[in-house]
């Protein structure tokens, strides 16, 4: 995640000519993670475990929030501040809290994009209008996907000129890995 959290165009090119290294001191503890739809995937400990301490999941489900809250019990005991540094919220990414504008360095969404879709009446659109509101400039969307059609991911994600496609997951094979960066 850090290698693409680090500047890349000219956009981060200060006045004075040089490149803007704010974001190459980022650590892992450093970077504010969303991951919408979390469900019951370990996906938080994971990042927990990784060395990322900023971490926020929601679902709409309140029971795959309990879920959540059940594998923190997996966190290795004595971890200072596990419990302040994670936080787990019952939300519709349709509607995310107004608090959270450009606060996320990055989403991590696995899935949770294409259960929106199916719902239909124009919800994936009205998600991928919030998730780019609570993305910081600069910040990354990781979205894997099987279901939305890439074409549509791309239109959605490239209306409006919110983000630069860092990676095409269209041509992958069942799911594919599409990564944005907002502008």
């Known amino acids: 995640l850090e290698d693409y959290l680090l500047p890349s165009s000219a956009d981060d090119i200060g006045n004075d000519?040089?490149?803007?290294?704010?974001?190459?001191?980022m650590g892992k503890e450093d970077i504010s993670i969303l991951i919408?739809?979390?469900?019951?995937?370990?996906?938080l400990l994971d990042l927990y475990n990784s060395g990322y301490r900023h971490l926020t999941a929601f679902d709409y489900s309140p029971g795959a929030i309990d879920r959540q809250?059940?594998?923190?019990?997996?966190?290795?005991?004595?971890?200072?501040g596990s419990q302040d540094s994670i936080r787990l919220s019952v939300l519709d990414a349709r509607n995310l809290p107004s608090e959270w504008t450009g606060e996320f360095d990055v989403v991590i969404e696995k899935g949770a994009l294409d259960a929106i879709y199916l719902s239909g009446d124009g919800n994936f659109e009205k998600a991928v209008l919030e998730?780019?509101?609570?993305?910081?400039?600069?910040?990354?969307?990781?979205?894997?996907?099987?279901?939305?059609?890439?074409?549509?991911?791309?239109?959605?994600?490239?209306?409006g000129e919110a983000w630069n496609c860092l990676r095409d997951g269209g041509n992958d094979l069942k799911a594919g890995c599409f990564i944005w960066r907002r502008r």
């Open 131 to 159: 998730l780019t509101r609570v993305v910081k400039r600069g910040g990354i969307c990781v979205s894997v996907s099987g279901v939305v059609e890439a074409e549509l991911r791309k239109e959605v994600f490239g209306s």
């Open 36 to 43: 919408p739809g979390c469900g019951n995937d370990p996906l």
């Open 17 to 25: 000519g040089e490149k803007n290294n704010e974001k190459k001191m």
């Open 69 to 80: 809250r059940d594998l923190m019990e997996y966190l290795p005991k004595n971890t200072s």
